[in-house]
């Protein structure tokens, strides 16, 4: 079971306008479930949303710059797990 | 200490508002804490723009700032003198937020211009709170079991569950202990850094351990039985007769707990290390010499 929060009262909380939900869920930048044509954000997606309007109304960054920028996080994760895992190995053949 | 906000947003005193809003955008892409994730430096440095632009661009706190920033200690005087003026304006800045906490606001603009009290365009939006990073050193005995441990994170305890199998680097998310939200916003996370020591006796490699044994020479030749020592306790184990030096062997499921599979462990491997016998006697080089020659 997962919280829905429904958009209308996200954007009402944020100052957005729905079409921008919208546009963000055409987009692929996150998910919305309808119920009876009403659009709900799930809870888990609530950090990624609230990072998404910041970079766009904040720091001005347009959708286009704002899907690159995930993609890049995403592999800036990826890499950093992987030299954790990396230096993980070392600290072992450096112990033997 | 004074603090130059000129110097941190790049302009000169003379700068315009037009050019303190262009240096604070330009900063703010470059440091915002959504965009450096995991990485303090930046967010120290975004937390001082947002201080500099917050001084710069409201025209009160930049006259004030202008007039006593270096001899701040006295800038209780200007605000005596000034009172007649009434109430200061306002901020017309944009502040960001990612670093929307009061008490990220240095000890010099508290002591010029008082705690934060919110401005910009933004100020009655409900902010998530600031996420938390802290981390935790453990031994290789703390990360083979379960067990709860009591943190001290800004000042308030938590008791958490530390589940076994838990990895050198990985961390885990407290969700709602971290910073309070802004305007009942919801709280940040509490994002918990684990950092393992290694054995002096075990390597650690995902879900097996590596160890090595000792074995004298004789059981090495002959086989025999040796006591050796795991994780969690003694085995008992069946040496080969004519074991060579460095071979090696696994024992199912006595590696490391897997991390949240209760019951699961990863397998032990066991490198043997043959010791050639010291101190001989003079019967016993006798018979290591007659060995020799049956040899040949």
Redesign the interface.
Known sequence: MENLIPANVFCANHNIEISFISSLQETGLINITYIEEAGYIPESQLQQLEKIVRLYYELDINLEGIETITHLLQRVNLLQEEITVLKNRLRLYEAI | MFIDYYKILGLSKSATQQDIKNAY?KL??KY?P??N??DKDAKTNFQQINEANEVLSDPEKRKKYDQYGKDWQHAEEFEKAGQHRGQSASSDG?R???AQNDREFSDFFESMFGSFEGAGR?SQ????GEDYHAELHLNLLDAYETHKQTLTVNGKKIRISIPAGI????TIKIPGHGGQGINGGPNGDLYIAFSIA?HPKF???GNNL?TTADLDLYTAVLGGDITLDTLNGKVKLKVEPETQNGSKIKLKNKGFPVYKNKGQFGDLYITYEIKIPTNLTKKQKELFSELSKSQS
Do not use: M
Not at chain 2, 125 to 128: A, V
Not at chain 2, 167 to 170: C, D, I, K
């Open positions: 955008r703010a892409r915002h959504d965009l994730p995991n944009q960001f937020s990612g933004r939006i409900k902010y998530r990895e050198n680097g990985q290694n390597k650690r490699l590596y």
